[in-house]
């Protein structure tokens, strides 16, 4: 999934593949991985603060090799990728309690792109419908 040169690249959660199209990154991580974060965000109705913290938690248990559901640990990152998906794992939201937290709205990683491109499909504010007003002195 490594395009080269572009502004913005998207980081898989589960790999070091990356690209310059946040859908692609997400189709990446469903079709290579078996994670649909898009699914797990409907059926589940996280709300746009709840998709930071558990972007964040997943980032986090990558980098420690944990698992993000049992918190097993593996000395190889290639170890925990072939647990993720034989438990199931990848398609489990992870208990609540272990990332819906206030410490999770810290990146993992500095400029984590996925974070910026997660759309607040609840704000009440449209873009294209804010328009300015003549306010007389």
């Not at 034989?86 to 993992?108: A, E, I, K, N």
């Not at 400029?111 to 007389?136: K, M, Q, R, T």
């Amino acid at each position: 999934m490594d395009w080269g040169d572009c502004g913005v690249t998207y980081v898989c959660l589960f790999c070091p593949d990356s690209g310059c199209d946040f859908n692609q990154a997400w189709q990446h991580m469903k079709e290579v991985h078996g994670f649909d974060f898009k699914k797990l965000k409907e059926t589940h109705q996280l709300n746009f603060y709840q998709q930071i913290r558990l972007v964040n938690y997943i980032r986090k248990k990558m980098h420690e090799k944990e698992c993000m559901v049992c918190d097993l640990k593996f000395c190889f990152h290639g170890d925990l990728l072939c647990h993720l998906t034989t438990s199931g794992h990848l398609c489990v939201l992870p208990d609540p309690s272990l990332w819906d937290q206030s410490m999770y709205y810290f990146p993992t990683f500095e400029n984590d792109s996925l974070l910026y491109a997660l759309e607040d499909e609840n704000s009440d504010c449209e873009e294209g419908s804010v328009y300015p007003e003549d306010i007389p002195l």
